[in-house]
């Protein structure tokens, strides 16, 4: 069952006029050695949530706005907002946000006097932004607008394309920061549209007040700055260079070569209050920039959109490992014709990919040490090649060798056409939304014997933590506070979400036990009636002995 509506009738959560407060338990279990043995112990903490429920205005502003991401995801909304159809050799399209985890996935709230699973759209569990109502802007290094860049990306159907003109042609990107040495040199031709003469500083500042006028010209109530445009090379991490807050700032000042491009607009969001959303896969949250979002307690999250080949792989890896099995080689080898691969096809931007790539199996390789050996890991090997003629629409070709039973070997071969951008731009709209929600979320530690949520409530509550690991569902290489772990398989990623934005309306986890269901009294109780009631409603048989067995209703 789907419902739109709900509502939670518990002690443990109050609704007040501007947010939603709620008593939640937390419950885990927690080991440690003791005479050379592992001892384990349940362990419960008592936490309250405050979740604002005023949605604000929102705007999203994206380095690479005129790339093949940006042009998409603007259209797509502008598509969806208008409700803009078009014909293709299959018929009338419609728009749609298929692919968004906030727009068309949805999440179990619970079960109904008959033990059916019912559910909610994924974006009623908390109030959350409509992304029909996000304002966009951005800057590029080509200045081409954005009817000119969809066109020039091929990714939606000519019908639309010609309908999306009007809308599209008088968005045009600012100017953005080019620093040559850290894109690939065949993105030379494209840069037209560049901030020149200043110094890293003055850049720093000058992104700043973009951010600035863009909120004030929108009347936005926040913004949220996200990175989608050319795959950088790694930045070297210097001592007294970009490896505190203070360092990072004073080598800003001087003009220090390592600053990348992404990092100056990191600094400049934080600096404005802004989140700032890494897409790409290099190390732009170095650790200057990631002490200075904790200084500001300014929201940041990355690295990479997973979106195809990556989200595949860290379900695949998690199935076959928790299956018993031991992935000993995975290989993947990707084509595609879109600018991405042209600048991935340099040595140095590659490296950046292939490192957010690699790293997905990593936690669960060491979840099972009955497989592995200690520093024991399978073999990983990526390849990216950059063919023009598929353009946007990527192939991704993978194969798993794992050992099984007996020594023997299985292989999997697995074929995955991408479209890339298609795949990339509800991902952008997911981490713009679930970002600003957690921006609006606040939680604490109860003391032992502290009475439960009230309407008089004056507690102080915390931010959750600026890095926002929470969203590493939506990321290839997820980006964690220091000292903790890093979960890669795809569906712990998910529960995640689900069970903190549940806690927040003071529901538990889902722990798909179902155990109202394992008790045979029970199970045989429903049965029966369910039977029962099948029979004499449909009256498919004579009598109910006959449907059921005359030892049955015994």
Sequence with gaps: M????????????IYKADSIVSDYTYQTTRTWVEDNTICAAPVSQRYKFKTSTTVPKLGCMIVGLGGNNGSTVVAGTIANREGITWRTKDGVQTPNYWGSVTQATTLKLGTDAEGKDVFIPFNKILPMVDPNNIAFGGWDINNANLA????????????????????????????????????????????????????????????????????????LDKVIVMWSANTERFSDVVEGVNDTCDNLLASIKRDEEEISPSTLFAVASILEGSTYINGSPQNTFVPGVIELAMKNDVR??????KSGQTKMKSVMVDWLISAGLKPVSIVSYNHLGNNDGKNLSAPSQFRSKEISKSNVVDDMVESNKILYKENEHPDHVVVIKYVPYVADSKRAMDEYVSEIFMNGKNTIVMHNTCEDSLL????????????????????????ENEAGVSLEGTETFENLHPVMSILSYLLKAPLVPRGTPIVNALMKQRACLENVFKACVGLPAENHMLLEQKLLSRGEERNVQGKVKSVLSEKKLGTVQEAMGTNYIQ
Excluded: W
Excluded at 2 to 13: A, D, E, G, W
Excluded at 300 to 305: E, K, L, S, V
């Design 300 to 305: 940041i999250a990355g690295d990479d959109f």
């Design 148 to 219: 000119e860049a969809m066109e020039r990306s091929k990714v939606l159907d000519y019908d639309l394309q010609r309908q999306l003109v009007p809308f599209m042609k008088n968005i045009v990107p600012l100017p953005s920061i080019y620093f040559p040495d850290f894109i690939a040199a065949n993105q030379s031709e494209r840069a037209n549209n560049v901030i020149t003469n200043k110094s890293k500083q003055q850049l720093v500042e000058h992104i700043r007040n973009d951010i600035r006028n863009f909120k004030i010209q929108n009347k």
């Design 424 to 447: 990339a731009s509800p991902i952008i709209l997911d981490l713009v939304i679930l970002a600003e929600l957690c921006e609006r979320i606040q939680f604490r530690k109860c003391d």
């Design 2 to 13: 789907l419902t739109q509506q709900f509502k939670i009738k518990s002690p443990n959560v």
